[in-house]
């Protein structure tokens, strides 16, 4: 398995910025992984910041665009028959589902920084036809911050870019704390003014 990781990494490097912006797409990779290469790759003078910035932000938009679109004109019956094909568990599919029934169309910014409910938001999203300008203004804004925090500490690793998940715990607690207070300030927000 990990001669088929390099070998995607490989490949992921010799396309430059378009080779992180289709890591993000395909997401069979997390996107904390792809960011953190991306930012050794920014440290090894491969690539540049901005590009690479840009890229992370394009290939993750567009991902969740393809997402929106399943729910749109998918809807649930076909993502519960073929889901499993895009690595989209049901329990992943029900809990971004009650995340997006509970708090609305504002769940789209904070749900980018849980886990688990991050990649699924889209569909319920799209099965609910959430107007597509707010849903990728919503999407970009909080891709924002995710790809710059992950090339950041990408560069900051080097060589160990692949610890990534070891050395991004101290970050990422206070960040799903930020976003699940900041849901909780937008649910209050959205029942006074109901």
Do not use: N
């Not at 995340?99 to 769940?107: C, L, M, R, S």
């Amino acid at each position: 398995m990990e001669e088929i990781i390099a070998y995607i990494f490989d490949i992921l490097s010799q396309l430059g910025y378009a080779g992180i912006a289709l890591g993000l797409m395909v997401e069979v990779i997390p996107s904390e992984i792809v960011l953190s290469y991306g930012g050794f790759l920014v440290s090894t003078g491969d690539i540049h910041f901005a590009g690479a910035l840009l890229a992370g932000i394009a290939g993750g938009t567009l991902a969740q665009l393809f997402l929106y679109w399943l729910g749109a004109y998918g809807g649930r019956p076909v993502l519960d028959k073929y889901g499993k094909y895009l690595l989209i568990q049901k329990k992943h599919l029900d809990a971004s589902e009650k995340w997006f029934e509970k708090y609305g169309t504002g769940v789209i910014f904070t749900a980018r920084f849980i886990p688990v409910i991050r990649h699924a938001i889209s569909i319920p999203a799209g099965i609910a036809k959430m107007p597509l300008p707010i849903f990728t203004v919503y999407t970009i804004a909080a891709m924002v911050p995710w790809t710059v925090l992950f090339l950041l500490l990408g560069m900051e690793l080097g060589d160990h870019w692949r610890d990534i998940k070891e050395y991004a715990k101290p970050f990422i607690l206070p960040i799903i704390v930020i976003a699940l207070g900041s849901g909780l300030l937008y649910f209050v927000y959205k029942k006074r003014i109901s």
